[in-house]
């Protein structure tokens, strides 16, 4: 067996103590960073920067892999349901490791790694969902938790001496104190930390309203990458009951709105004044923008200013056509806003 393993990194404390604990028992590790709209979708967008990023801080040259088609099929129907909002976790597991495991023998690694503590999660690091995980991944006996591995029965890589047992940890509960010591251990202090990061967006209230909302307009079939995109930020309004306007609230959304070049989205900003970036998916008719330039305007530092012209396309870079933009009050505009609380 050949001293690579592939790890499954998210960026946390955690994964990041489970491959170094690989490290220093001499193994090359091989971190997959798996991105979904809901969780690391600025790794798919600014790639370069986030990969430079952890390697500078971390030292882990991580892998970014593009899970959104998976993350869309498994929130459509999840064997083992949901998480207290839409989060599919031990599904959403299950189907991460299956990658990682069917991507072993292409990368010539001999097991897969994760920086999950026995107990530290209420739905997916149970001993019971832990060892359900482990068989319905497919990765029977090849899937090693450093941070807990004593309190787990000794894997294939451990049976075989490839692994040193006694050096893996033990940790378990919810506790960060042993995390701590051994961050230490290995030079990351609190400055160096990282910082706990936002979460996935499925855990999420509101989110997970949108994002079940979308599911359901489009059932029996399935929402595209670009709806489900649409849910993650800004403000949401049915201008009717097929097109979606998203209008972003501040200048990090309008980034990430920008970057949202999908066939069927329209682009839409008040020309010569500061305001959001818009995007209209659906039916781009004359009355639908028209609605959508009134909506934008009242968003923009335009906002009560009568005659301004909202100008969009297919590209931020693009924005070619023109419609006018009325002045219209709040009320007008939350009669298109969805109801998060229904
Ligand atoms: S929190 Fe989100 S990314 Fe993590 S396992 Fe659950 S559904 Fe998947």
């Known amino acids: 067996m050949a001293k690579r393993c592939i790890a499954l990194y998210s960026g946390g404390l955690d994964s990041i103590l489970a491959i170094r604990m690989m490290q220093e028992q001499s193994f090359e590790v091989i971190p997959l960073y798996f991105c979904t709209p809901f969780f690391g979708y600025d790794v798919l967008v600014n790639t370069k920067a986030h990969k430079e990023f952890h390697e500078r801080a971390y030292g882990i040259r991580m892998h970014p892999v593009d899970f959104t088609d998976d993350i869309i099929d498994v929130v459509r129907d999840p064997r083992h349901g949901f998480g207290k909002h839409l989060n599919p976790c031990i599904d959403c597991k299950i189907r991460m490791l299956r990658k990682a495991g069917s991507m072993m023998e292409q990368l010539d ?58 050096r ?72 009717d009951e097929n097109t979606v306007l998203i209008v972003s609230r501040n200048e990090e959304e309008n980034r990430m709105l920008s970057s949202m070049v999908f066939q069927g989205n329209t682009f839409l900003k008040i020309a010569d004044v500061p305001g959001p970036m818009c995007v209209m998916r659906g039916d781009a008719s004359e009355k639908n923008l028209r609605t959508a330039a009134a909506v934008c305007l ?43 609380n229904k």
């Open 168 to 239: 893996l940890g033990d940790m378990a509960g919810r506790g960060r104190k042993a995390q701590m010591e051994l961050a230490a251990k290995y030079g990351i202090t609190p400055e160096t930390m990282p910082t706990p990061a936002g979460g996935c967006l499925l855990a999420d209230e509101q989110i997970s309203r949108k994002v079940g909302l979308t599911f359901e307009r489009f059932r029996p079939g399935v929402p595209s990458r670009a709806d489900i995109l649409l849910d993650i930020l800004g403000r949401k309004f049915m201008l």
């Open 298 to 340: 009242r968003y923009s530092k335009g906002r009560g200013m009568e005659g301004r012209v909202a100008v969009y396309g297919p590209d931020p870079s693009a924005l070619t056509g023109t419609v006018e933009a009325s002045a219209v009050s709040e009320e007008y505009c939350r009669r298109f806003q969805i109801d998060l």
């Open 109 to 166: 690694a001999s097991f897969v790694v994760t920086g999950e503590v026995l107990g530290q999660r209420p739905m997916s690091q149970r001993r019971d969902a832990m060892n359900l995980i482990e068989r319905e991944s497919g990765l029977k006996d090849m899937l090693l938790r450093p941070l807990c591995a004593r309190h787990l029965p000794p894997t294939y890589p451990e049976r075989t001496g490839l692994v040193d047992r006694e």
